[in-house]
């Protein structure tokens, strides 16, 4: 009983010491997220920080910062994993055992790489973007049509993906390749495929499931349909995306940039908004 008292005694002073460390320690990251975040966002110091890249950086992660002898910093992973200060070192001290050099670098200069390096990744939602989401928004529910296969916060079609919160889980240049390009970005779950029955009918749509026995496929509708691989005479999948990949014709450059900014602008939870100097709205439902 003396033992579990004492152990206990020494597990509460533990705790008790290091609540004031703890403490510090968020504060200390706090601040540091803080002088990062002042460059954040900011159209003037991600233009500056673009040049910096272009100048000093380019040449091992690559124009568009899509890699080379350098990692990859355009989709955001490896960057989103590390702190402002470990970012901070990595250019300031380089990164030892790697091909990456220290560069003398002035505080702001070296603020104002990262906020050019988060805005490449950066979700849709909280980036400045150009195009009107107003306009954007008729053309989605209009002339694109592309409410008839995808939902936003319970209205739309069902044969594409939820899209209520593609402004938080992509980057503008992420909605834009998939709406461009929607090949390369294959989403799981959306296999499109027509199946023929035995008795002739045809169903066009997205295969939900398949085993042995049966499958599962859902129309253009929204109709879910379940049947038994007996009943079924022919199995036909569809490769890529089932959306069309037409749109940089159909639509006008404007246009484009219109239905991207109304779908940067869709998050499940309310967005800061903010503008630059120029007046341009950087976050907004």
């Known amino acids: 009983m003396i033992g579990l008292l004492m152990k206990t005694f020494v597990l509460f002073l ?36 673009q040049k910096l890249f272009a100048n000093m950086c380019s040449g091992c992660h690559g124009a568009q910062a899509e890699g080379g002898r350098g990692p990859n910093l355009e989709d955001g992973q490896l960057v989103r994993l590390k702190d402002a200060q470990h970012l901070s070192d990595s250019i300031r001290k380089g990164v030892p055992g790697s091909e990456m050099p220290p560069f003398d670098l002035l505080d702001e200069q070296i603020g104002q ?15 400045q973007v150009p195009g009107d989401p107003e306009s954007g928004r008729v053309i989605f529910l209009g002339k694109a049509s592309c409410s008839a296969c995808h939902m936003i916060l319970g209205k739309g079609g069902l044969t594409g993906p939820d899209l209520s919160n593609i402004g938080m889980s992509h980057s503008w240049k992420q ?28 169903i066009t749509g997205i295969m939900k499931d398949q ?18 691989m007996q009943d079924i005479r022919e199995i036909t999948y569809r490769s890529g995306s089932l959306m069309p990949d037409d749109y940089d014709r159909r639509l006008t450059a404007k246009e484009m940039d219109d239905v991207l900014a109304f779908l940067s602008r869709q998050s499940v939870r309310p967005v800061k908004v903010q503008t630059s100097s120029a007046g341009h709205q950087k976050g907004a439902n």
């Open 14 to 49: 533990l705790a008790f010491l290091w609540l004031p460390w703890s403490g510090k320690a968020q504060e200390r990251r706090q601040e540091e997220n803080a002088a990062e975040n002042s460059f954040n966002g900011r159209p003037e110091a991600i233009e500056a920080g």
């Open 113 to 127: 790489l990262l906020a050019f390096i988060r805005s490449l990744s950066a979700p849709a939602a909280e980036s």
């Open 175 to 202: 909605l834009r390749q998939a709406l461009v390009d929607p090949k390369s970005r294959p989403r799981e779950g959306y296999q499109g495929a027509m199946v023929l029955t035995e008795g002739g009918s045809r």
């Open 211 to 228: 085993t042995n026995y049966s499958v599962a496929i859902q129309d253009v509708d929204g109709n879910l349909h379940l049947l038994s």
